[in-house]
C-alpha cells in the first residue's frame, strides 16, 4: 500500500503541532488509516527554527510553490493564515488536483464561497475541522452524528481568549485591563488581542458553523458583533445577584426560514451548561430538533489541539485516498448546489431580554421615568436592582426586561440617553437562556 | 438519482422515532445526501398500534425476513434489541450484502467480534452511532475528529436511567427506592430497572468505546461492574462535605499498554465538568494525547435523540451508496485486521484513592485502629469525618485515602470486617479526579 503523501504550508504553530502528531502517533494512525501518512514537504519562510519537531532538513522549504507543485502530494495543508496569500495557494492547489485542509477561518469566512465552489468545481475536497473550537470536532459532529436534524440554535464560547478574560473578571474581580495583561502574559492573548476581544474571531468561527448547518456561506457583514472591553467588574457582580455570568457567545439561531447570527458578551444563568466553561476552554452548545441539546467541549487553540485537528482531516482524506474515493463530503455536507447565501435576520428585528445599567442621578422619581419611557416602547421590567451611593450623586439602576424588540430598545435609549437624569452612558447586556 | 432504500427491524420507540425523523425531516436530508431516503419496509409483530408516524400500511410486515429478502433494500436499520434473533437478522442482512445500521449495544457488547468480522468479510458497513450516548455523536468524533490521537482516557455518565436516580438522592435528599419509584413513574426507568442500575448497561456501552479506541473487541466479562442501588443519602452528605458528587461512571484509561475498564458510582470533584451532568443526560469525557480533555452531552436515549443517531448513520451510509462508493469505515475504524482482544488490566490492580464509611462502635481508640490496618496495607488516609453519635452508639467514620491498589484495599477490609469494633459492612466508593 502506498503512503498517503501530505504538504504543509506554514510551520507556525499549528503546523508544527500537525507535524508532531502525524509523527508521534504515526503507527496509531497507520493502523485506522491502513496505509503511512508521509509529511513530504513543509513551506515556510523561516526554515531554521527548532519547532521541536524531528523534521529532516530536505523537507522544509522557503517556497510555498514547490508543495503546490509536486505531483506526489495528495494533501495540502495550509497553516499559514491570512486571506491573501493562503486563498491563492489554496486554489492553485485545488487548481492542481489536491485535497486542502486549512485551519483558516478569517479565510472561510471571509472567501468561503470561492474557496467552496473551487473544491467542487475541481473535484477535490476541502476540510476544515481545525478553524473552529480547536480540537473540539463540532464540524465533523455537524456533518455526521448531527445531520439528520434540522439546527435550531447554537450557541458557542469560539474565542479561548475572551473566555480567559471574563473568567478572571468572574473569579478574581479583576478589571478588564488587568485581565488583558495576564492573558497576555500567559501567552493566552496576542499583544494587542484585538480581533480576539472585539468579536471577530468569533463571527468568523460562527459564519462556518452556520454555513455546514444550513448549507450556503454566511455573510460575514451580517453578523452583529460586539466586543468584551467594555464589560466592567460591577456588571459581573451584578449578573451574579441575577444568577448569571456574562459570556461572550457567538449565536445562531433559526426562526421562521431566517437566521439570528450575533456574537456579543451575554448574560447566562449560572447553571447554564455554558455558564461553567472557563478559562481558555471552548464549547459548542447545539439544539436539533430531534436531538435536543447538545454540547461539545475542548481546548479551543494550541498547538496539541489544533494539531489534532488538522491532523484528523488529513486522516480523514487519507482514508479515501486509500480506498480509491473521493468527495465524500462536499465542503458545506450538502450534497445540492451552494445556494447564494443564508437569510440573516436584521439585528433590529431580534427579540431578547436585556440588561440595562444605567448610571442616574440619586434623585426621586428616577426609576418611574426610565420604565415610563422604556414602557413607551413595549419593555417592560423583570427585576430592578437599586443601591449603593455614588459620592458624586450618581448610583446604578440595574434591570432585566421581558422579552423585547432589539429596534425599541434602540429607540428607548436614544431617547433616554439625552436626559439630565442619567450621566453617564447605558451599559447593556443581552440577556440568553432567561 | 435513484432513492436510496431502507428497512426497519423494530418499530419500537426507537424505531419510530428514525422514522419519524426521516419523514419529517425529508427535504433537509435529501439536501444533505443528494438523494431521497426511502422507507421500503417496517417489520414489526405489532403492525396495528398507532406510533404518530404517518407510515402507508402496506410498508408494515410482521416478517422481518421480508425485509432481510427485498432486494431494493440497501440499508437494514436493527431496532428490535435483544441479543438472539436481532443478531441472526443482522448476520442474514449482511450475507446478502446488506449495510446494517444498529441501535443495539447488549448485542455489540456481546457478539462484536463475530459481527464486526462478518461485516469485514461481506464487504458491507456496519454503523451504531445509536448504541451509546443516544444522541451523542461519540462514536462519530472517535472514528472522526479524535482519530489522531492516542485516547487516554474515556470517563462517561452513560445511563441516563442511573444520573437521574442519583441526581434526585443528591438534590432532594431522596433515599434510592424513592428516587428509583419516581424514575419508573416518569418514564426514566423499567420497572425493575435492573440492567440500569447494576452497571450493565454502562459496561455495554463501554465495551463498544473501548473497541473502537483501541480497534479491538473489549472483553464485557472482563469489565468491572457495580450498581448505584447500595448508595445511601447518607454517602451523598458525605460527598458533598468533601466538595464531591457520586456518579455511576464507566471509565477506561490506557496505562502502560493495558486498558482500565470499569464501571461504578465514583466521586468527582463538584467542579469537575462531569459533576453538573444531571437528570437523564449523557455526557462522555475523552481525553486525548493531543487534543486533551473534550466532554461530548446530551440526551442519552428517548425516541428523538435516538431517532437523530440511527438516521444519522442512514445518512451516512446512503451518502456513500449515492456515490457508489462502500467501507470507507471499517466497523472498529481501524483498517488492519481486528486483534483477539484489548488487553484488559484485572481489576485488583487497579490504583486510585477511595471512600470508606465505617459503622463503628463509639468507642476510644477505633479510629486508630481501623488506619492502623489499613497502613499495614499502605493504605493512607487524606481526611477523616467523624462526627454525630448514633442512638445504638454506631457512629459513622469517613475517611478518604491516597491512591491506594485495589487489591490492598480488598485485603485490608478482609481483615477489618471481622472485627467487633465495626457493626455494619463498610461502604467503598472509588475517588476520581483527585
Do not use: W
Request: proline share 5%.
Amino acid at each position: 500500500m502506498k503512503p498517503v503523501n501530505v504538504g504543509i504550508i506554514g510551520f507556525g504553530t499549528v503546523g508544527a503541532g500537525t507535524a508532531e502528531v502525524l509523527l508521534q502517533n504515526r503507527e496509531i494512525i497507520r493502523n485506522r488509516v491502513g496505509t503511512d501518512i508521509v509529511i513530504r514537504r513543509i513551506a515556510d519562510l523561516d526554515v531554521t527554527s527548532d519547532r521541536g519537531v524531528a523534521i529532516e532538513p530536505s523537507v522544509l522549504t522557503r517556497d510555498a510553490e514547490e508543495v503546490i507543485r509536486d505531483p506526489e502530494i495528495h494533501i495540502v495543508a495550509e497553516l499559514m493564515g491570512g486571506t491573501g496569500r493562503a486563498r491563492e495557494l489554496i486554489l492553485a492547489a485545488m487548481e492542481r488536483g489536491k485535497h486542502v485542509v486549512t485551519a483558516n477561518k478569517a479565510l472561510l469566512a471571509e472567501h468561503g464561497k470561492e474557496i467552496y465552489e473551487a473544491a467542487e468545481r475541481h473535484g477535490v475536497d476541502l476540510a476544515f475541522e481545525a478553524s473552529v473550537g480547536g480540537g473540539i470536532p463540532i464540524i465533523g459532529s455537524l456533518r455526521g452524528g448531527l445531520s439528520a436534524n434540522r439546527v435550531t440554535a447554537i450557541m458557542g464560547i469560539l474565542n479561548g481568549t475572551s473566555n480567559y478574560i471574563l473568567t478572571r473578571m468572574t473569579e478574581k474581580g479583576q478589571p478588564y485591563d488587568q485581565a488583558v495583561q495576564e492573558a497576555i502574559e500567559l501567552g493566552y492573548a496576542d499583544d494587542p488581542p484585538t480581533l480576539d476581544v472585539d468579536g471577530t474571531d468569533a463571527a468568523h468561527k460562527l459564519a462556518i458553523l452556520i454555513s455546514i448547518s444550513f448549507g450556503a456561506p454566511a455573510a460575514l457583514g451580517r453578523i452583529h458583533r460586539e466586543g468584551i472591553d467594555r464589560i466592567t467588574p460591577e456588571d459581573i457582580r451584578f449578573a451574579n445577584e441575577f444568577g448569571r455570568r456574562i459570556k461572550l457567545l457567538a449565536i445562531a439561531r433559526h426562526r421562521n426560514g431566517r437566521v439570528e447570527a450575533r456574537v456579543h458578551p451575554a448574560m447566562i444563568p449560572t447553571d447554564h451548561i455554558l455558564a461553567n466553561v472557563n478559562g481558555p476552554y471552548n464549547a459548542i452548545y447545539v439544539e436539533g430538533d430531534f436531538v435536543g441539546p447538545n454540547l461539545y467541549y475542548g481546548l479551543g487553540a494550541g498547538r496539541r489541539p489544533t494539531g489534532s485537528a488538522v491532523a484528523s482531516d488529513i486522516i480523514y482524506l487519507a482514508r479515501e485516498i486509500r480506498q480509491g474515493m473521493k468527495n465524500f463530503m462536499p465542503p458545506l455536507a450538502h450534497a445540492r448546489p451552494l445556494e447564494t447565501e443564508v437569510d440573516i435576520q436584521p439585528m433590529d428585528e431580534l427579540r431578547c431580554s436585556y440588561y440595562f445599567r444605567f448610571s442616574a442621578l440619586d434623585r426621586p422619581g428616577v426609576l418611574s421615568r426610565i420604565s415610563g419611557i422604556l414602557g413607551e416602547h413595549d419593555i417592560s421590567l423583570s427585576s430592578v436592582i437599586q443601591k449603593g451611593r455614588d459620592v458624586n450623586g450618581s448610583v446604578p439602576v440595574v434591570t432585566l426586561t421581558h422579552e423585547a424588540l432589539e429596534r425599541d430598545v434602540v429607540r428607548a435609549l436614544a431617547r433616554l440617553e439625552p436626559l439630565d437624569i442619567l450621566t453617564h452612558p447605558t451599559m447593556v447586556i443581552r440577556v440568553e437562556g432567561a
